[in-house]
Nanobody
Framework: QVQPVESGGGLVQAGGSLRLSCAAS????????TDWYRQAPGKQRELVAS???????NYANSVKGRFTISRDNAKNTVYLQMNSLKPEDTAVYYC??????????????WGQGTQVTVSS
């Protein structure tokens, strides 16, 4: 069973940058998809960016050109580099993993979330 842990959130001024990390513990046979979601108070959880096992990436229109998702296989870590941050990016950011275990079962897990606050 894999447990993802997010880190790197904090308080930053508009126009600034922040890098979030999602570190996965445990054994992964094959990673299918890693997603970054965010949820602001009173709003639905929103898919921000995703990266597949073959390194294909997708982004929400609201963050295209500003956010970059990447993976370091040696560290079992996925990153979300956030540049040109806006106040509307303020939210709790969550990492979600879809992977197959050594027994080839599909498993989906969520991290605990990390707070990102962007001030004007």
């Amino acid at each position: 069973q894999v447990q993802p842990v997010e880190s790197g959130g904090g308080l930053v001024q508009a126009g600034g940058s922040l890098r979030l990390s999602c570190a996965a513990s445990g054994s992964i046979f094959s990673m299918v998809t890693t997603d970054w979601y965010r949820q602001a108070p009173g709003k639905q959880r929103e898919l921000v960016a995703s990266i597949t096992g073959d390194s294909s990436t997708n982004y929400a229109n609201s963050v295209k050109g500003r956010f970059t998702i990447s993976r370091d296989n040696a560290k079992n870590t996925v990153y979300l580099q956030m540049n040109s941050l806006k106040p509307e990016d303020t939210a709790v950011y969550y990492c979600n993993l879809l992977y197959t275990s050594s027994s080839r079962n599909f498993i989906n897990v969520w991290g605990q979330g990390t707070q990102v606050t962007v001030s004007s």
